[in-house]
């Protein structure tokens, strides 16, 4: 909330409380008060909240549309729980994914929601670097973009903020954020991704999920962890790369690496 209103998005903000707000409520009608008080209901919500306000322009047609995306994001949390519960996969934030992309899809069609972030539409091309193009000049920033960008947005303080909430809650879950965030930035830069990308942290948000998700949440951290982890993290860039080019000629955002890459390296 904070990163999101010093960086002049206030919509961002409050979109994130109205969409939290919004999908726990709903979660109050599932059976299980576990997962309710744990939160498991609200965070979906949340990221739809932050999402649509980044991608369209705040109308009250925007507003309703959270409201709407918050309330699916909990039942197809559900859903996806109920189908994946086999083999004791979480449904992570493919509720939030696939709800927030509708919504973005929907944009296209219809006059009430106009776009003012997404991506234009572009065939697929092979990525051609300015000879003078270079990435990660001042990593320290770059890491914690990535960080913040798991909120949709690229902020120094925000990504900072969100290091230290985590550290509040578990020290192992920040350290592995940070490493997640930095290993991202280096394999990026190895493979040759946009520069400007690489900066405002759009290769690492991903793989600070990832990092987070298999070095710490689900599993307890030990050296095989860590390893393990790494290899997730390098493959969630690649990831990343493969869904921008697939989904550049529909224009929506690819949000989807974190989620697919735990599902496969979920242990």
């Known amino acids: 909330f904070v990163g999101a209103y010093g960086e002049g998005n206030p919509a961002v903000a409050y979109g994130c409380v109205l969409g939290t707000v919004v999908a726990t409520l709903t979660g109050l009608t599932m059976r ?27 109308t009250p047609i925007v507003w309703a549309c959270i409201v709407l995306g918050s309330i699916v994001s909990v039942i197809v949390m559900v859903c996806i729980a109920d189908i994946l519960k086999t083999w004791k996969v979480a449904a992570l934030t493919a509720p939030f994914v696939l709800t927030t992309w509708m919504i973005l899809l ?74 997640g965030s930095l290993l991202a930035l280096f394999t990026a830069i190895f493979l040759g991704a946009n520069p400007s990308s690489i900066d405002a942290g759009l290769y690492a948000f991903s793989a600070v999920l990832t990092a987070i998700a298999l070095g710490s949440t689900f599993n307890k951290p030990s050296w095989r962890v860590l390893a393990y982890t790494i290899v997730g993290v390098i493959f969630t860039v690649i990831v990343q790369g493969a869904l921008n080019i697939l989904l550049s000629p529909i224009g929506i955002p690819p949000d989807m690496p974190f989620v697919l890459a735990s599902w496969l390296f979920w242990s």
Request: net charge neutral.
């Open 32 to 58: 299980d008060r576990k997962s309710w008080r744990s939160g498991l209901y609200g965070y979906n919500g949340c990221l739809v909240g932050a999402a649509l306000p980044t991608f369209l322009v705040a």
């Open 106 to 179: 929907a944009s296209y069609a219809f006059a009430g929601l106009h776009s003012s972030g997404l991506p234009t539409p572009a065939l697929p091309h092979p990525l051609v670097l300015d000879s003078g193009a270079t990435a990660g000049g001042n990593l320290f920033v770059s890491m914690f973009n990535g960080v913040s960008q798991v909120f949709l947005f690229s902020s120094l303080i925000g990504g900072i903020l969100f290091i230290i909430g985590l550290a509040v809650e578990s020290l192992w879950a920040a350290v592995f954020a940070v490493g």
